[in-house]
């Protein structure tokens, strides 16, 4: 089985079970160059905010590395308290949780979201 292959079927699993509990998400994609995340209302599958790098508000940094996933977590964090969600769910889409991943997650969770 590819890697990615294994990606797809690990968030399938996670996504299945967060549609059946009606749980709000964080969803996380990444690249070599970017990072980005999306408030996610699993019932319904509306995204309702995203946060990505490839924003202007991000203009100049670079997207790859763990101060920009830093600061997209604390985006990601303010936009969500701002809807009125403070308890979601981190979705990291079958990556790994270490490196550019843990940092968003833990930037989230600083900006007052609980997972």
Known sequence: MSK???RIRRSKKLRANLY???IMRI???KS???IAAQLIDSSNG???VTIST???AFSGASGGNIEAAKKVGNEIAKKALD????KVTF???????????????EAARDGGLEF
Request: glycine letters at 8%; zero cysteines.
């Open 27 to 29: 969803s996380v994609s």
């Open 91 to 105: 979705d990291r889409s079958g990556y790994k949780y270490h490196g550019r991943v843990k940092a968003l997650a």
């Open 20 to 22: 059946k509990n009606r």
């Open 54 to 56: 490839q924003q202007k």
């Open 46 to 48: 509306i995204v309702l």
């Open 32 to 34: 070599l160059k970017n």
């Open 83 to 86: 809807l009125g969600h403070k």
């Open 4 to 6: 990615e292959a294994a």
